[in-house]
């Protein structure tokens, strides 16, 4: 069992590093001709130069990450950390949560380390980091804890739904992930203002475009804000998120600051599109689809002794098992991300098309390129990568379906 976790470990870290170098072979082809006006020469040397040192970090942090991994499950880190928390208590609850929490938190501070080169050096060396230390501290703090949390709730759920009706669980779990993620979604505004501060449009001119297009899509606005991300960087975003009461329109400070009236609306048309064509509606059977087969594979791999024993436990430990259950996945999220990745593309084509029906074309693809000339976005990713990691098709491929449209 034990030369078995360590193969697929290898097989897929060497996918993933496979996928990243095909990223950075990319990034010197030929320009398709309708994003060539995107960057000027001086600009597209910029971009190549900034793209160059974006995808050799991407690389660079794959290996780290998978040398982490590799760690914990070469040392048995793990079977110490049980002895260490053993020795001091039974509780199985925390037990299970000091192990599994702990590597959680480890691999957290790496990449945040990490982290702290691609923010200070290269995002700054091209113009776009805004943070400060403290704010890069706080931003980390808070979602270290909020997935801390977040993990550390579903494993005791996990472990007390197992006390009480053994391993029929992973059908309860089932119904429990699947509520987790509307959970999520529901809650998505509220988590973004852990981090941003959220203030209402002021009356004017974009607020009444914006309404207007809201009244003309029959789309029932609850909120309109101006997020703060200039705090953090100078790229650009628009989002809606969340849905019911929570139903939330957020503008990037930077969009509002960099952008016309109109293309900021066109961007808007274009997130309204993905609720009118009820985008997350129609992703739900694949989503169901993916919890059954994660469900089916960690029944066959948590609770087995073998799998724990490998590792030096001397029974089945289930932390353990959950640990070990998200290298047993990669190869199944590989082959579940391409119709995943499909389905969000095709969306993303319908939601741009829902914009060019409401704002025009025209407006619409210089938004685009806008977003990406300051970005400094990727024209020419490879398209097997565009296939099993993108959820938006490349920008020359939305620009021929607009003027289609």
Known sequence: MRMLIFAIFFATTAFDLFLRYLYYSSRNAPLPENVRDVFDSEAYKKNQAYLTEKLKFLFISGLVGAAVTLAFLGFNFHHMLYGFVSARTANIYLTSMFILLVPIAIAGVV????????????????????????????????????????????????????????????FAFFFVLIAFQLLLA???????????????????????????????????????????????????????????????????????????????????????GHAKKHHILKRMPLFIVEVAIIVAVAYFVVVRPEVSMAFGFAGANMAFGIFVLFTMLQPVNIV?????????????????????????????????????????????????????????PTLSQRITAMEKT
Request: net charge positive.
């Open 111 to 170: 990449r945040s380390l990490l982290g702290v080169y691609d923010t200070f050096v290269t995002e700054a060396r091209y113009g776009f980091n805004k943070s400060t230390v403290g704010t890069f501290v706080a931003d980390f703090v808070k979602m270290m804890l909020l997935q801390l949390i977040l993990m550390g709730g579903l494993l005791a759920l996990f472990l007390f739904l197992h006390r009480q009706i053994g391993d029929r669980v992973f």
């Open 186 to 272: 529901f809650l998505s505004p509220l988590i973004l203002r852990l981090t941003y501060k959220f203030t209402p449009l002021e009356e004017g001119e974009l607020k009444t475009k914006i309404e207007a297009l809201a009244q003309k899509t029959g789309y029932k606005l609850k909120g309109i804000y101006v997020v703060n991300a200039s705090k953090r960087t100078t790229k650009m975003n628009a989002f809606a998120t969340g849905f019911g009461k929570t139903k939330t329109i957020g503008l990037h400070d930077t969009l509002v600051e960099k952008l016309s009236h109109d293309e900021i609306v066109s961007i808007l048309a274009h997130e309204i």
């Open 336 to 392: 579940l991300s391409i119709p995943e990745r499909a389905l969000s593309r095709k969306h993303e084509y319908e939601a741009d098309a829902f914009e060019v029906e409401h704002c025009g074309a025209q407006t619409a693809i210089s938004a685009l390129k806008k977003a990406y000339r300051d970005g400094l976005g990727d024209l020419t990713p490879h398209p097997l990568v565009v296939k099993l990691k993108h959820n938006h």
